[in-house]
């Protein structure tokens, strides 16, 4: 199953494109806010703890939820939106993996998240590609005011609580120009579904059905009369087209002659006549052809070397290009300062940040290793810093040692088990010692069982990062030439 993160910022106009979505055979639509409405409908799984957390001036005589009274609270206060977002984050997240574990089930070929907060909230983790419909800002702010009847204060304030829409814009795989008219709008989107459709299509395991489906039906044609697409292989061609059979012309020899004896010269007078050897000149001919032979060997074989050389270094430099190293001396640094795998920790930060010093998540983790400032608090009192300040995360050298220190207590908490430190890295020491007190997760209460797990971001976070850390030990940290040799050639 492929899925397509759909998201825009407010008012944008992405409910058009969802709802013509959902008219289209084939599709499912997962829609982020008819997903919160049910966690927060009188019965919902997220009721008692708004109660909780927010009171009952946010609910209504009869008990149900006052959607506008929190929306005005949690837009005008940031940390009113940051105490929702805790609450509703973790629920979200369950029934949105509910859902796409129903949709695989059921045989959905491609599957669309509807979410407005698809990458603050990181579900784009989650999808193949992403659609955004995008506005430009003035006739965005336009929009809102005219739908919402709010006024231009109002509107910024919620335009402002998230990414704008250039932000989406420039993270997302496709673009949807919203500004002209509805019709203008629909008539993008059956190309952009098409070419969905195609990728889902081209899986290895269809390709495989298709190869072997084509493969039977050439086996069910009547050999004795090929199709005539079939001409264009040359076994079916020699099957069809056969050289007529050659008799030997015989050739009667003429008969002796004896010459007369006045024509016949003396021994002495005939001139000598010498013959190559029959033997000598098949040897010859043996030779000449065997050095041919070998001199066309050499050069099919040359041809094919060079040929395998040059797609041996154009798989070596995508390889390099999905998987580059920056500063490699202060990753080698922190993890020889705090006993790590230096590959460990190069994969830990391709997977959290892509190694952009300036990355920002939207829960507030910095840097190139993502600490939240909580985190990066705790970490700093622990080492006993002083004049710690959490905009420190933007720097490459305090972000790495502030990670590689936290990868070291994981390490040493969880007993040196990669599996277990990327788990906890992604999802938290508190949910991994959850997991291994599972039997059917780990058998020893060490070490965790990855296929074990349900399919989610943690398994999927967790492989990719023993995939890099394999990737970085072979090309960076194991001794070999592949650096020193394949990275200048390809000028990085």
Known sequence: MRVIGLTGSIACGKSTVS?????????????????????????????????????????????????????????????????????????????????????????????????????????????????????????????????DHLSEQEALQRMDAVLSSDDKAERSTVIIDNSGSVSYTLSLLPPLLEAERQKAETTPSRRRRRTETRSRRTDSEPSSVPPAASLSSDADFR?????????????????????????????????????????????????????????????????????????????????????????????????????????????????????????????????????????AQWIADKTK????????????ESNIRFGCWYLNYLSRLFQGDPICVACAYHAGQGQVTAWLSDPSLSSDGVKLNLDAMADGPTKTYARRVIKAYGIYQTLYFSGSDVYDVLLPRFGQ
């Not at 008969?255 to 040897?283: F, N, V, Y």
């Not at 810093?385 to 490459?396: K, L, S, V």
């Open 19 to 147: 709802q013509w979505l959902r008219e289209q055979p084939g599709c499912r639509i997962l829609d982020g806010d008819q997903l919160s409405r049910q966690l927060t409908a009188p019965s919902g799984a997220a009721i008692p703890f708004i109660r909780e957390a927010f009171g009952s001036a946010v609910f209504l005589p009869d008990g149900t939820l006052n959607r506008r009274q929190l929306g005005h609270i949690v837009f005008e206060n940031s940390e009113a939106r940051k105490k929702l977002d805790t609450l509703m984050a973790p629920l979200l997240w369950e029934k949105t993996e509910q859902a796409l574990a129903a949709a695989r089930e059921d045989g959905v070929s491609l599957c669309f998240l509807d979410y407005p907060l698809l990458f603050e909230k990181r579900y784009d983790r989650l999808c193949d590609s992403v659609w955004c419909v995008w506005l430009p800002r003035p006739l965005q702010l336009q929009r809102l005011m005219a739908r």
């Open 239 to 375: 099957h069809t087209v056969s050289s007529p059979a050659r008799s030997p012309a015989t050739e009667e020899a003429p008969a002796s002659m004896d010459r007369p004896p006045r024509s016949r010269r003396g021994p002495s007078t005939r001139k000598i006549q010498w013959h190559l050897p029959s033997w000598l000149l098949t040897s010859m001919i043996v030779c000449v052809s065997l050095l041919l032979l070998g001199f066309t060997a050499q050069a099919l074989m040359s041809a094919y070397l060079t040929k395998q050389s040059e797609a041996h270094l154009s798989d070596a430099q995508a390889v390099l290009r999905q998987y580059p190293l920056e500063y490699r001396d202060l990753i080698t640094a922190g993890a020889e300062e705090n006993n790590l795998q230096p590959a460990f920790v190069a994969a830990i930060i391709r997977n959290e940040s892509s190694f952009q010093p300036r990355a920002e998540s939207g829960v507030g983790a910095r840097g190139l290793m993502q600490l939240m400032p909580e985190t």
């Open 385 to 396: 810093m002083t004049g710690y300040a959490f905009d420190r995360m933007y720097d490459p």
